[in-house]
Structures are given as structure tokens and as C-alpha cells.
């Protein structure tokens, strides 16, 4: 497992170089995706499947989502439908999609390869686990955190009505 977690840290340093240095949104959000869910394989070499199921369900699935209402706020219309086709071309997937492969390739190896590729030392972590530390002495740290996210919510929402514009 420890070839399976430098792997895919180096799958997650190429993804997040190409987010950084690339100047079209929408290659940088595949890339970032991909960065995830590298970053997701990390958890799950290390022994720990419900941090790396978080990580896909919580950040890679609200970054797709929060693309899309972007899209939707910004409206852009027809004007730019044919600069969209060609961000959204075939040869544009060849490297998030090559690097997803390469991911997935590794997962399906460390799922099913022998016990005695498993990392000596290390046990897995359980929902129950995490709920009971998150839910225990950082009981105040959680409820501060959304009590955070709730007021950011409510900020957004105010500023992003229509009559807040006019």
C-alpha cells in the first residue's frame, strides 16, 4: 500500500500543477477533480475508506455542483455556446481521464490484491469513530464551523438577490 499511497500523491501533485498553471477554467476543474479524488486514494491507502468517501462525495461532488450554478448564475447565452464546444472538446478529457484511469487502476489493485500488501501497523477508521471524536471533545469546534457555514450561507443569499442589485 505505500507504493499505492506515493502514487497517487504524485497523481494528486501533476493534477494540482496543471489546476494551477492552466489558464481555462474548465481544464483546471478537471484537473482539480482529478486532484481530489488522487487526494481521496491518499485516504484510502492510509486506512481510513470514510475520509477518502467523504472526500469524493464532499468535495469532488460540491465543486461539480457549485461549476454548474456558476454557469447557470452567469447566463452567458448563445454568444459564447461555441467557445463552450470547443472547452468542452474530446482532447480535453485525454489527461484528467487518463489520470482518473491511472486511479482507478490503483484502487482496484489495492482492493483486491493479498492482505500482505496492507500497511503494517495502520487500522482502518470507522464512521462510528469519526463521529465519536467529531461529536466528542470537538463538539465545540463542529458546531462553530456551522454555525460559520450558516451565516456564510445567509450572506449569499443576500447578496445574490435581485433586489439587493437594484
Partial sequence: MEFAFYFSAGV???ATLRVITGS????ALLYLITSLLAVSMCFFALGAPFAGALEIIVYAGAIMVLFVFVVMMLNLGRNTAGQ???????RVWIGPSLLAAILL?????????APEYAPAGLTTVSPKEVGIALFGPYLLAV?????LLLAALVAAFHL???EAKE
Fill in 105 to 113: 487502476a490503483q484502487l482496484l489493485w489495492a482492493l483486491f490484491s
Fill in 12 to 14: 494528486a501533485v501533476v
Fill in 160 to 162: 445574490g438577490r435581485h
Fill in 143 to 147: 458546531e462553530l464551523a456551522s454555525m
Fill in 24 to 27: 481555462n477554467p474548465v481544464h
Fill in 84 to 90: 463552450e464546444r470547443a472547452w468542452m472538446a474530446p
